[in-house]
Each structure stands twice: as C-alpha cells, then as structure tokens.
C-alpha cells in the first residue's frame, strides 16, 4: 500500500535557525511527491514537488525539500526560519493508479519563535 | 475571485439532513478534486473530474455522497441523510489539467458540522 508519514506532530524552531520537517513515503515505483503548507484560515497552498532529476527541489518562500530514495524520505528544509513560516506543513504522494489521488500525511506543525 | 471558492464556509445541520456543498474552481481548469479533512489529519481524497465526467471516485466513502460537474465548471458536493461522523471539512482544488506533476490549487474549504 502507497503512504505518506509524517513523524512530528509539531517541530519547533528559533527564528534563523535552520528548519527541517520530515516526511518518509512507502510507493511501488517512481515516486510524485508534493509539500504543500496550510496558514490559519487559509487554503492549502502548493511549495513544491519532486518528479525526477535532481534530488534537491526548490519551491517557494526560500524552501527545499531533499529526496532521497534509499531513506525513502522527503524531508523539507529552510536554511533560516522566519516567525511568518509558522503554518501547518503537509507531505503528499500520488497515488498509484489515478493521475488526481493525493495521498497525504497527517501534517506537521511549524511553530517558528523570535 | 482568482481562487477556488468555496460555499459555504460553514455548515451546521442535523443528524439526517441533506447538505449541498458548492465549489467553482479557477476559470479554465478542467480538473476538479474534491477532498474531506477531519480534525487533526491530513486531507483525504474523495473525487475528482476531468471535465463534467467523474473520472475517479474511488474515495467516496459510501453511496451517501454523490457529486456532479454538470457544465464542466462548478461542482456540488451533496451528502444524505448526514451523520455525525460527516463532520469535517471538504476542500476543493482545481487544476489546469490532470496531470501528475501538476499543484493543485485548493480552495479554504466548507466545514460542516452535524449535530
């Protein structure tokens, strides 16, 4: 069965600090992966997304996420936290058999402090 | 608007009752999806469209929901006789087209809450 997990119900950061926030997936074949991020009252909004070639991908508002298939990880990184990246953070795989079908984890919540 | 917008925002109804929920998606996007996010989890997918035809609704949870895209653009998510356990709330998004490597762009979503 295809998956998605996110180990941390919350991460908590100082501002400047780098950020990490993980995700780890389970799929049969190449992976499509996706982070997207939730603000409070907002929609969910797209930062980026890993198909094929280099397995740094850069996405917006200064965040990358690193792909490695050997860890079967998706991790999302920023070399320096800021207090407005504080939001709900979710990993996402397509899911096999439907171009549409998202699979995503249970989100990660991002607590950035000055 | 530019966005996916959703109707209503907020939903209160009664164990039973039937409930419609709308999106219009983002003109020109020929893909719509719909998904259910429950408290504390991660969206769920239920279906989505590739024009006016449901082209995967394997997410629907039981044949209490049914949703249509009649005219290829606005979509109605419509549940009966509504159970408590319904409560959450159901985001749409919309695409360009039906393709894996393609964002979704997610409308704030309807909450409902059954009593």
Known sequence: AQSVAQPEDQVNVAEGNPLTVKCTYSVSGNPYLFWYVQYPNRGLQFLLKYITGDNLVKGSYGFEAEFNKSQTSFHLKKPSALVSDSALYFCALKGGGSQGNLIFGKGTKLSVKP | ?115
């Open chain 2, 1 to 115: 608007g530019a966005g996916v917008s959703q109707t209503p925002s907020n939903k209160v109804t009664e164990k039973g009752k039937y409930v419609e929920l709308r999106c219009d998606p983002i003109s020109g996007h020929t893909a719509l999806y719909w998904y259910r996010q429950s408290l504390g989890q991660g969206p769920e997918f239920l279906i989505y469209f590739q024009g006016t035809g449901a082209a995967d609704d394997s997410g629907l949870p039981n044949d209490r929901f049914f949703a249509v895209r009649p005219e290829g653009s606005v979509s109605t998510l419509k549940i009966q006789r509504t159970e408590r356990g319904d409560s959450a709330v159901y985001l749409c998004a919309s695409s360009p087209l039906v393709v894996a490597t393609g964002e979704l762009f997610f409308g704030e979503g309807s909450r409902l809450t059954v009593l």
